[in-house]
Every structure is written in C-alpha cells, then in structure tokens.
C-alpha cells in the first residue's frame, strides 16, 4: 500500500510538503501521482514522476510552484507544494502504478488521502 502524510492548513502563500511512503511496496519501480479532488469535484491528476524520474505535469495551475521527487532511501515520493492559493484546496491522493497516466485505472495502489487546505 501507499500512505501519504503531511497535509494541513495554510495560508495563501504558504507551503506544504506532502509525502507519499510505500508499505510493502517497493517505489523505486512504480510511476507515483498525485491526484487531487476538491468537494463537489471529480478527482484530477496533478504531477507523475515515472521509474526514470521522468515528471509530467497533468495540470498547468500548479507549474512552477509544485514539484515531486523521488527519495529512494525511504521509499518515499515527495510533493513539495510553493505559493499555495485557495483553489489548492483539495483531498490530494498518491496512487502508484507500471507507468504515469492522466487516468485512474492504470494504479494499482492508491492512499487514503490527505487533506490540504488553503485560506486567504
């Protein structure tokens, strides 16, 4: 499985760093995403780091102020999220899988999910 950690409360402006960490799961071989989903909205892909450490961005709102990585050592992939605005506001969910994908289906394991909020 995957279990991410570090959402919370902001300010706009601010900055969260979010971590996705594999249990059983060895991430060093997956493509990890992140998704998120705001209330009343459908669940959207944000960034995707694949096996090479390829990124590519699903969503042009978070250019230049997100960035993912991959830290090998604790089997852990890293949101680093800069300049957070309200729209920010969402569940944000890391989901592992063979390759990055702008689709649900293609992971195989998804997180529970962490809640960011972004006021101001």
């Known amino acids: 499985q995957v279990v991410e950690s570090g959402g919370g409360s902001v300010q706009s402006g601010g900055s969260l760093r979010l971590s996705c960490a594999g249990s059983?799961?060895?991430?060093?071989?997956?493509?990890v995403a992140w998704f998120r989903q705001a209330p009343d909205d459908l669940r959207e892909p944000v960034v995707c780091?694949?096996?090479?450490?390829?990124?590519?961005f699903y969503d042009d709102s978070v250019k230049g102020r997100f960035g993912i990585s991959r830290d090998k050592a604790s089997n852990t992939i890293v949101l680093q999220m800069n300049s957070l605005k309200p729209e920010d506001t969402a569940t944000y969910y890391c989901?592992?899988?063979?390759?990055?994908?702008?689709?649900?289906?293609?992971?195989?394991?998804w997180g529970q999910g962490t809640q960011v909020t972004v006021s101001g």
């Open positions: 059983g799961v060895d991430l060093e071989y997956y493509a």
């Open positions: 989901a592992a899988g063979p390759g990055c994908s702008s689709y649900n289906s293609p992971y195989d394991y």
């Open positions: 780091i694949n096996r090479r450490d390829v990124v590519s």
